[in-house]
């Protein structure tokens, strides 16, 4: 049986990842008492073992559930049910936006005489056990409902039993290093092509961006550093049972170098590992599985709508 449990923070897209599960073929659940569980398994199990289930489990819990979250995800475990564990966050601001915006309240909100601020705040303490388990994190800070929904049926309904989705993105410092990163690459001490002003609108796809970048031997040596090292480190993190593992590469603005330097890594790790996906934060492209083709080559991908 294969079980997706979505939890987060009030605000970040819960119900819009439900819907897009049931919408996949999940029997899906919203709030479900995390204390249920195991019946729930119990139940399904003996009628539909191979019906794939999505239930949200977040701050809605009685704290006592939310803090037993851990032993009952250890169980499931241990009876080799095959659980991914889903978090959704979004920066606090962005939060007070959209609930000032819809003028819902907050789910912390009405019970308890504090503010939206307070109770943003308290939902994130209440969930850090959750968060630490997650095998997914997505920040959808800046993700569209669209994205989100691509984003779960890349990573969540369409991997099932896999046992490890690989993503490369490319980002910029300034907008904060991706929240779902597990391993972070700084590539701000190449050569920058944005002060070159014939460059400073292409990107790290363009042929101009990439002969500039090419043409110097460190930004050869950092790639093939890069792709030494996660090569050598990938098989250690399969074998560690992860669903999921994001190498992010960042450069200021994430539009030229990191760019360049995910495109080429993402190939080349397209050769030996199946399903590596693609994606450049700052322009806004996501590819769900790179097309193998000769080490080193970069491909130019559509922009996924």
Sequence with gaps: MQIVIISGRSGSGKSIALQALEDFGFYAIDNLPAMLLGCLVDELGEKQNDLPVAVSID?????????????????????????????????????????????????LTRHHQVTLAEAIDQEQSALTEIRDLADLVIDTSRLSVHELR???????????????????????????????ADIVFDARCLPNPYWDPSLREATGRDHSVIDFLAGYPIVEEMQTDISAWVERWLPRYQASQRSYLTVAIGCTG?????????????????????????????LGIQVSRMPSGAAGEVHDIEKES
């Design 59 to 107: 701050a809605r819990n009685l704290p006592d559930a939310l803090q037993r979250f851990p032993a009952l995800l250890q169980e499931l475990r241990e009876r080799h049910i095959h659980c991914q564990v889903v978090y959704l966050t979004t920066d606090a601001r962005i939060l007070l936006e959209r609930y000032s915006a819809t003028r819902r309240r907050h789910p």
């Design 254 to 282: 994430g539009q030229h170098r990191s760019v360049y330097l995910a495109e080429r890594l993402a190939q080349e790790l397209a050769e030996h590992q199946p399903g590596v996906g693609l994606r450049h934060r700052e």
């Design 150 to 180: 691509g984003r779960i049926a890349d990573q969540v309904a369409e991997r099932g039993n896999e046992a490890l989705a690989l993503t490369v993105e490319s980002f910029g410092f300034k907008r904060g290093v991706p929240l779902d």
